[in-house]
């Protein structure tokens, strides 16, 4: 019967002994290095499996460098966009036995660089997602991260894909489809000030906003979850706008139940847009119009790229841009005449 080591566990001198080897030789073999003879190599497994041997993973990492860990971060983990982007990284990464450690910064950006630094020295990797950090404070953390991959952020640190979101074309899209339907008074429920998301929005507004003088486009303060659009209904009745762009689903269902709560229609009375198509936004009374982003994909691409990274594979194109793809559904419809009076 085979010694147990002193903490009662199977350890590497017990399949050492049974297999007639040294302790160097069972470790090569249980980190799947080929160069063993097969007929030792052999004889240690069957001997590891004869003892129930289990190798500690945390050893086992140290002594090749790597954890088949990769880590996350992101802003907020309740947004249903992030969940989406983690589903796809997860599963992608789980197709080559890796796992995904995840960090959620609240929309804290000073945590990001902290939880960053920490998932990074607990991982063989890491995906920024969407950090909220300033581009200063990016570009000097970035270095220390490799192997590195942005989500809808870019850097100039060498070798750092980034997977970006065409939101400034994607918002005037959803703009042009609301002057289409008459709409000449718009308003804008803005993201958090840190959203680099947030700023290619305001920027592809003011695009539109020099290509449409007659439109009227009202910035309004908002946020990215369900209550910033809740609370935002006085703000958008008060502005007078018809057709209303919110910085996301989650903000446009918010507005949306506010609206109904004061005995206004969607669209009949305004029209309510939102972006990125999470899943519960076809399902919204009335269903939801938004500017439809592959978000899965996004995940799984991160992956890929950072799999290439970890491997030192070649990556001569790497990142991706992605262009949003407007799905009109029954939010929006014609522009009544403005309004000029605030309900209450």
């Known amino acids: 019967m085979a010694r147990k080591s002193a903490s009662g566990r199977i350890g590497i001198a017990d399949v050492a002994v049974k297999a007639g080897v ?3 030789t069972v470790s090569r073999v249980m980190n799947g290095n080929f160069t063993v003879d ?11 499996a004869e003892l129930k041997y289990q190798p500690n993973p945390v050893g086992r990492s140290l002594a090749l460098g790597k954890t088949d860990t990769i880590g996350i971060v992101v802003p907020d983990l309740a947004n249903p966009t992030f969940q989406a982007i983690l589903r796809g990284l997860s599963r992608a990464a789980a197709q080559d036995d890796y796992r995904v450690l995840i960090a959620d910064s609240f929309e804290v950006s000073s945590e990001e660089s902290i939880l960053a630094g920490e998932a990074r020295r607990r991982c063989d990797g890491l995906v920024l997602c969407a950090p909220r950090m300033t581009d200063a404070e990016l570009e000097e953390i970035a270095p220390s991260l490799h192997p590195l ?3 809808n952020r870019t850097t100039t640190a060498p070798g750092v894909p980034s997977l970006v979101v065409d939101y400034g074309q994607g918002v005037q899209d959803i703009a042009e489809h609301l002057v289409e339907l008459g709409h000449t008074r718009l308003a804008f429920l803005a993201g958090p000030p840190r959203s680099a998301s947030n ?4 920027k592809g507004l003011e695009t539109f906003k020099a290509a449409h003088p007659e439109v009227d486009v009202t910035m309004l303060e908002g946020g990215s979850d369900f209550d910033t659009g809740h609370g935002a209904v006085d703000a958008v009745l008060a502005s007078g706008a018809t057709g209303i762009l919110a910085f996301n ?4 269902m918010g507005l949306m139940s506010g609206l109904h709560e004061r005995g206004l229609d969607v669209p009949g009375d305004i029209s309510v847009t939102g972006f990125d198509d999470i899943p519960f936004a076809r399902y919204t009374t009335p269903a939801l119009t938004t500017g ?3 978000i899965t994909e996004l995940g799984e691409q991160a992956w890929h790229q950072l799999r290439a990274l970890i491997r030192k ?3 001569d194109t790497p990142g991706g841009r992605y262009q949003p793809r ?3 559904r029954a939010s929006t419809g014609p522009a009544k005449a403005p309004r000029s009076t605030v309900h209450g």
Request: aromatic share 0%.
């Open 22 to 24: 040294s302790h160097a």
């Open 38 to 48: 097969p007929d030792i190599a052999a004889r240690v497994r069957a001997a590891a």
């Open 149 to 151: 991959v942005l989500i």
């Open 199 to 202: 700023e290619m929005r305001l």
């Open 249 to 252: 689903d989650l903000v446009a």
């Open 292 to 294: 439809a982003v592959p």
């Open 313 to 315: 594979e070649g990556n």
């Open 326 to 328: 407007l799905e009109v």
